[in-house]
């Protein structure tokens, strides 16, 4: 009780206590009263009594840190297409850099985008001025690795589905597949991050596709022609195979014995996909290998 009355005095103002400290005691001096009513609340004082006394402690909101007050929202942090060579903005200059530039963007931007907290997150900025190490990244590789990041995560979150069918398709064992996905898990952001930002690498790519190169023959490597032959008899198999996985999925489609003549034109519409899907497979095959592909309809004749 003594210790919970001397901190409900401490919070009663000086003058209160004064006035409720008079014809209570037999001394008159203020600070013999103060030193009477912090010491020895119990004799002068009731628990009730002071709590209708207290003073309201005046509590002071601090700001955040991160997104937290006004300052930080007057600059944005945007290093991408049509930024600044310092990567700092103003939130005007920002907005009409956004609104330029948005037909330019790899992926198109929606229309509903427009205030500055939708751009942000679009645009992947952050509020804010850009650190010094921002900066050193843009000079050096022309895109930081903060942002090279967060595409690479997207793309590698995407090609984990296709990875496996690729890996199933050159002739591995589930086994061996599960093994190769979990290193490719391990570095597949690592590895995308240091092609982004490799600039003489970036500037070959480009100029190779100015030129034309790496484009006629697809990427393909030089093969004999008993090679090529095993190549094409594998892969007519393969896409045999899948057009009969399509053409099930079409007799589904019921016709009532042919009377239905929506169902049949949908059903016979179905097997040509599937046929078209097989013949184009097997085209993109021989754009790849344009050369062997010539010489083994040579011999035919």
């Not at 509590?59 to 930080?72: A, L």
Request: proline share 3%.
């Amino acid at each position: 009780m003594s210790q919970q009355l001397k901190t409900l005095v401490k919070r009663v103002p000086k003058g209160k206590l004064l006035q409720l400290m008079k014809g209570r005691s037999f001394d008159t001096d203020p600070k013999i009263l103060f030193y009477q009513a912090k010491e020895f609340p119990e004799k002068y004082f009731k628990i009730e009594e002071l709590k209708k006394h207290i003073q309201k402690r005046k509590t002071k909101r601090r700001k955040r840190k991160r997104g937290g007050g006004k300052t930080k929202k007057k600059y944005v942090c945007y290093t991408g297409i049509g930024a600044n060579k310092k990567g700092t903005h103003t939130a005007k200059d920002f907005l009409k850099r956004m609104e330029k530039n948005r037909n330019n963007f790899n992926e198109p931007v929606p229309e509903s985008v427009k205030t500055l907290d939708q751009w942000v997150k679009n645009s992947g900025a952050y509020y804010g001025k850009c650190s010094k190490s921002t900066v050193k990244d843009m000079k050096s590789h022309g895109l930081p690795i903060k942002f090279a990041k967060k595409g690479c995560r997207k793309k590698c979150k995407e090609s984990e589905k296709q990875m496996p069918l690729i890996m199933k398709s050159l002739g591995l064992n589930k086994k061996e597949v599960k093994e190769k996905m979990k290193t490719y898990k391990k570095d597949c952001v690592k590895n995308c991050v240091r092609l982004m930002t490799d600039e003489k690498l970036i500037k070959q790519l480009v100029k190779m596709k100015l030129k034309g190169g790496c484009g006629k023959r697809g990427g393909g490597k030089k093969l004999s022609q008993s090679e090529f032959k095993k190549l094409i008899s594998e892969k007519e198999k393969e896409y045999w195979d899948e057009m009969e996985k399509c053409n099930r999925k079409c007799n589904t489609i019921k016709t009532n014995y042919t009377k239905n003549k929506k169902k049949l034109k949908k059903k016979s519409k179905c097997y040509q996909k599937c046929n078209d899907k097989r013949l184009k497979n097997i085209q993109s095959v021989h754009k790849k290998y344009p050369k062997e592909y010539k010489t083994f309809i040579k011999n035919l004749g």
